[in-house]
């Protein structure tokens, strides 16, 4: 199985794709913005429910919240 890191998966088709693919084996890092906002905590409660599907907070804006979040799959 895949180790996986998908981008806006706090609403959408990333939410739905982090979902589905942490539920066919993958280990699924999916990203929010903001673990603190209202998506954000929604998603990692749902997330947690899900075997091998992990939030992490992460801007694509910024480089480095980007290093810090692939440190952190890596």
């Known amino acids: 199985m895949a180790v996986v890191l998908i981008t806006g998966s706090s609403t959408g088709i990333g939410r739905l794709t982090a979902l589905t693919l942490a539920r066919l084996g993958h280990t ?3 990203s929010v913005r903001s ?3 209202a998506d954000g905590t929604a998603a990692s409660a749902e997330f947690a429910a899900v075997e ?3 939030a992490l907070e992460l801007d694509v804006t910024s480089q480095e919240s980007a290093n ?5 799959v890596v």
Do not use: E, G, I, T
């Not at 810090?68 to 952190?72: I, L, Q, T």
């Open 52 to 54: 091998n599907l992990h």
């Open 68 to 72: 810090k979040a692939v440190r952190s």
């Open 28 to 30: 699924v890092h999916a």
């Open 35 to 37: 673990l603190a906002s």
